[in-house]
């Protein structure tokens, strides 16, 4: 299984991304029932969560991304989302999508690089 990010890049504050994380090689049963993440980390930063689909179904956000960021999945992709909007520049960093399956296993993505200019 590989998870690959793509959607990153360079945007002026008050615009929106949208991040992309698919998992190659992961069965249906599995990426459903996966709890899906993004994080990020800014330079000098420790990495931090920044929205979670609980095992596929309840989202949950942390405090700066309520209200602007949205979670979301397609199954049969395999693939799932971080829409950003309004986005500023405490909003720069690299974002990386993580999955926990049903069995406990742990993925990452490689990381894309998201830039806010003001």
């Known amino acids: 299984v590989q998870l690959v990010e793509s959607g990153g890049g360079l945007v002026q504050a008050g615009g929106s991304l949208r991040l992309s994380c698919r998992a190659s090689g992961m069965i249906l049963s599995e990426f459903s029932g996966s709890t899906m993440e993004w994080h990020r980390q800014a330079p000098g930063k420790k990495r931090e969560l920044v929205a979670a689909l609980i095992r596929g179904g309840d989202a949950n956000y942390a405090d700066s991304a309520k209200g602007r960021f949205t979670i979301s999945k397609d199954n049969t992709r395999r693939t799932f989302y971080l829409q950003m909007d309004n986005l500023n520049a405490e909003d720069t960093a690299v974002y990386y999508c993580?999955?926990?399956?049903?069995?406990?296993?742990?993925?990452w993505g490689q990381g894309t690089q998201v830039t806010v200019s003001s």
């Open positions: 993580h999955h926990l399956t049903p069995m406990a296993r742990n993925y």
